[in-house]
């Protein structure tokens, strides 16, 4: 892989485009306010521990639910979808 | 699918690589499994693509170079009888046949609950740190970092490395033990010039002791944070906030396969091995100590599945370590105020939203479950949990398979392959 090459993605319908190596969890920073789930009253929630461990980041990747968005690089031409 | 090899090491974080190399390198067949997408573990992450850290290049390529098998993406998720793991990886699965096995799944950060900490923008200390490491746009952003010991460090410099603009350090510890300690270092010079280089590079960043988050504010993200720095209140406006209070060992598997556990830490004998045969843990599982206390580990077991000879330095410097862990643990002890930040409303279980105020009346973790659906959620108790082990002093004993949310097809041993046709090669 090129150092400094960059893909392209798409949350939530918005395009993003992030370095090879970023973590759908830390591009969901560029697509709006950090949010991967809504918790049980509606209210918003982001990644918390960055490793697999909080269950906190989970999100629609390529049509699968509730995968942990920190355990998975972005692709090109990866769908995310967050259920907030 | 199915796998069989002659060790199988759970976790590829430094502890899990150096035993993998000094194994397959006598000759076992070696296979790593690591829920990550890249080896490294929680300190080393990205290393296996940017190759800017010396150590971390040095282990990375041995391992590359050692003919252990790494399989990235794969989650084990149960144990149901011994020399079996089964494993998920994405949408498959994957059951895997041991001869012996290392543990070395690591540690966590120990969160404790405050008002406003489940808002975006809100997250552990080397959790935004490792995040950043993945990619999180720092630049230019206002960070305030609260928490203990080195680890508030490593991840200030990190970011401040990234362009962001750390505002705050926090260290909780009382300023006599905070400086206790940091004099202990002397005795562990490794430890002391990483201190010193990441002090030096902090120069400017405002830090205290005695000093910790009171609540984090905001409507649908992090906007600002009030503190207690010495006595008194103040308030910071900022985008990110790192809060949590040390770390604790991920004991989920070592639990489920029954490895004994006392004070948090599995227990093992001078050669790593459990009270469970042919099972042995390195690196976090043996108490809080870092890197160096990983790789040493790492290499004993390592030996000993090989059944190979152990120089006598090894030993030496996992006893020095253990030193070093011994005072670390003393020094990020969460100090008592910790436990009376949340208030009635702020949620304790942040995967079933259960308030402190609905555990009033429980007396375990048991009825806490029962009644209140605490650590009922996806994550399995693995963020409340120890919460609620420094909150309410309540252990976590019964982990119970699957030790993560797994489909049911994971749990279901795969069909023998049938026999393929032998090539001529
Ligand atoms: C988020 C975080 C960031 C840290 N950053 C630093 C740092 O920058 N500097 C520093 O000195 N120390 C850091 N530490 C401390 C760190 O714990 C040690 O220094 C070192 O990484 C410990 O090595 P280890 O091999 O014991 O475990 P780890 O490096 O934690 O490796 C454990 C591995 O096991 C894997 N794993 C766990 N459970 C499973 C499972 N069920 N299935 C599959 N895989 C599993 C994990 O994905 C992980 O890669 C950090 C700790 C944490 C929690
Ligand atoms: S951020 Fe905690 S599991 Fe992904």
Redesign the interface.
């Given at each position: 892989?090129r150092d400094g090459a960059s893909l392209t993605l798409r949350i939530n319908g918005r395009v993003v485009t992030?370095?090879?190596?970023?973590?759908v969890?830390?591009?969901l920073?560029?697509a709006g306010?950090?949010?991967?789930r809504g918790?049980?009253?509606g209210?918003?929630?982001?990644?918390?521990?960055?490793?697999?461990?909080?269950?906190?980041c989970?999100a629609t990747i390529d049509g699968?639910p509730?995968v942990l968005a920190?355990?998975?690089?972005?692709r090109d031409g990866q769908e995310v979808v967050t259920d907030a | 699918m199915r796998e069989a090899c002659d060790l199988v090491v759970v976790g590829a974080g430094p502890g899990g690589l150096a035993a993998a190399c000094r194994a397959a390198e006598a000759g076992l067949d070696v296979l790593v499994l690591d829920q990550q997408p890249e080896p490294g573990g929680q300190i080393w992450r990205g290393e296996a693509r940017k190759r800017e850290h010396r150590l971390a290049r040095r282990w990375l390529s041995r391992f590359a170079a050692s003919g252990a098998r790494f399989r990235p993406g794969a989650r084990v998720v149960a144990a149901p009888e011994p020399g079996l793991l089964l494993v998920e990886e994405g949408t498959s699965s994957l059951a895997v046949r041991y001869g012996r096995l290392v543990l070395a799944t690591g540690a966590r950060e120990r969160f404790l609950p405050f008002p406003g900490w489940t808002l975006p923008g809100v997250l552990g200390v080397s959790g935004l740190q490792v995040l950043v490491k993945d990619g999180l746009p720092i630049q230019g952003k206002r960070v305030v970092l609260a928490g203990t010991g080195p680890l508030l460090l490593a991840a200030a410099a990190t970011i401040q490395a990234h362009g962001g603009d750390v505002l705050f350090i926090a260290e909780q510890a009382p300023a006599a033990r905070h400086w206790g300690f940091a004099l202990q270092l002397w005795r562990h010079p490794g430890k002391l010039l990483q201190g010193a280089a990441l002090a030096a590079g902090l120069v400017g960043v405002p830090s205290a002791t005695d000093a910790w988050v009171l609540a984090a504010q905001g409507e649908r993200r992090l906007e600002s944070v009030r503190l207690s720095v010495r006595g008194r209140e103040t308030q910071l406006a900022c985008d990110y906030l790192g809060a949590a209070w040390g770390l604790v060992p991920n004991l989920e598997l070592a639990r489920l396969l029954g490895c004994e556990v006392v004070r948090g830490a599995v227990v093992v004998n001078d050669r790593l091995e459990t009270r469970v045969p042919r099972v042995q843990a390195v690196g976090e599982l043996l108490g809080i100590g870092g890197v160096d206390q990983a790789l040493v580990t790492g290499e004993l077991a390592g030996l000993v599945a090989a059944e190979q000879p152990v120089p006598s330095a090894l030993d030496t410097s996992w006893q020095r370590i253990r030193a070093f862990a011994t005072a670390l643990a003393l020094h990020d002890a969460p100090r008592p105020e910790l436990r009376a930040l949340a208030t009635p409303d702020t949620l304790v279980c942040r995967c079933e939203d259960v308030p402190l105020s609905e555990l009033e009346g429980c007396g375990n973790l048991r009825e806490a479950r029962l009644y209140a659906r605490l650590g009922m959620g996806a994550c399995q108790g693995r963020t409340c949990g120890a919460a609620a082990e420094t909150l309410f002093g309540w252990a976590g004993e019964d982990v119970r398979p699957p030790c993560l949310p797994a489909r049911i097809g994971s749990l279901r041993l795969p069909p023998e392959p049938p026999p393929t046709p032998k090539r001529e090669s």
């Open positions: 892989m992030v370095p090879v190596g970023t973590s969890a830390a591009a920073a560029l306010d950090f949010v991967s918790d049980l009253g209210r918003p929630r982001g990644p918390l521990c960055g490793m697999g461990v909080c269950f906190e989970r699968v509730e920190c355990l998975t690089p972005c | -």
